[in-house]
């Protein structure tokens, strides 16, 4: 996580990711980010590598990283 990134998220946020295979791990990236309480949506643009996360609930962006590294993912910003 970038020093100046805030580390709590309420609303929208966006991660740089890389997923690979794409296909099987988009399930599996959207399954563990709505395991959190407060993640209302996730958004992923797989051409262009975001994926976007809206809460209702402050949700510990460093929590959200462990979990799409947890998938396979990479999170580059």
Known sequence: MMSNTPRMCVG???????????VLLLDAVQTALRGFPGVRVVGVDLAGGVLTV???????RAELVAALTGTGCTVLA
């Open 54 to 60: 809206a809460t209702d609930d402050p949700v510990d």
């Open 12 to 22: 929208s946020t966006t991660f740089q990711v890389e997923v690979r295979p794409r």
